[in-house]
């Protein structure tokens, strides 16, 4: 970095990016959908119990779980067990899983600990809300209450809550989905990253950093 002349005391951050999926134009509408491996890390048990704690007030809903892991037959018989095991569709591993946004109402999400997940900047590409818990780098995709919500990983009731009120507003739910479209355009489009790195390096190269000053 010193040897490019770029100054180590002025700096910016170049998030990850997604491109925007193109969309499955067969698949088949359905209420959530969840991207990633089935394992203990990701989670997916809370979506289930959700989904249970939704039923229990008279919400039912769909879940479309895409991904291949250790943990799949766990979250079968605990779907099974739940009572939800017709409203959940485990897809296996899926190329171009993005696609099947397009067809999806919100994307659900219930990792315990993460990075920057690409599978919410594709979410919000495709321009729908989000429901992930508030932790790692999380918080920089998108806000509480504005592209989604964050919910509570420890407490499957509440989660419930919020995603009956996401799936039951249908003017929220458009209101964060223009929102998602446009976080998007704002953060994480390929263009606009690009040009931010470009700005950054040029006015860098303009004023280089002399290691000696």
Partial sequence: VLRQG???RSRIVIPNTASKPTPDLKAEPRDLIAIGSPEPRKNQS??????HE????GYRYTLTLVGSGEDRSRLEELARHLGVARQVLFTGRRPNASSLLASHKALAHAAKIE????TLIEALAAGKPILAAH???IPEVFTDGVEG?????????????LLIRLMEDESLRAAMSSAAALRYQAGFEHDHIFQKLVS????????PYLRDE
């Fill in 6 to 8: 770029v100054d180590p």
């Fill in 46 to 51: 809370y979506l289930l119990q959700v989904l």
């Fill in 54 to 57: 939704a039923d229990l007030r």
């Fill in 115 to 118: 990075n920057l997940p690409i």
């Fill in 135 to 137: 932790v790692g780098g």
């Fill in 149 to 161: 919500f964050f919910w509570p990983l420890d407490d499957a009731a509440a989660g419930a809550a």
């Fill in 200 to 207: 950054y390096l040029s006015e860098k190269e303009s004023r």
